[in-house]
């Protein structure tokens, strides 16, 4: 059973910052790309920030230069620095992954549960 779990999440004031953490676990071989999703009240999911097993970036313009996006592969974690934060910036942010069990060829998309970020002004 794979499992994504986030943590990190809370209340701050703008200006402020948060480091988001998603940690996998279960009989993992691989994983390839991770990212960050958020999804506010009344809106899309989007995309925020995704890095690769090589460590290359990118941003969803909104978040350049007050996120940062990085991981360690030893640990099996993904970790979202923010900065700067805006009231624009609440939303559940959910972690994704896509990684290849033992008992497969194939990777697929796994998604954390979620983690509410919420920035007053």
């Known amino acids: 059973q794979v499992q994504l779990v986030e943590s990190g999440g809370g209340l701050v004031q703008a200006g402020g910052s948060l480091r988001l953490s998603c940690a996998a676990s279960?009989?993992?071989?691989?994983?390839?790309?991770m990212a960050w999703y958020r999804q506010a009240p009344g809106k899309e999911r989007e995309l925020v920030a995704a890095?690769?097993?090589?460590?290359?970036?990118t941003y969803v313009d909104s978040v350049k230069g007050r996120f940062t996006i990085s991981r360690d592969n030893a640990k099996k974690q993904v970790y979202l620095q923010m900065n700067s934060l805006k009231a624009e910036d609440t939303a559940v942010y959910h972690c994704?992954?896509?990684?290849?069990?033992?008992?497969?060829?194939?990777?697929?998309?796994?998604w954390g549960q979620g983690t509410q970020v919420t920035v007053s002004s």
């Open positions: 994704n992954a896509a990684l290849q069990v033992f008992s497969s060829t194939l990777y697929v998309n796994y």
């Open positions: 890095i690769t097993s090589g460590g290359s970036t």
């Open positions: 279960g009989r993992i071989f691989s994983i390839n790309t």
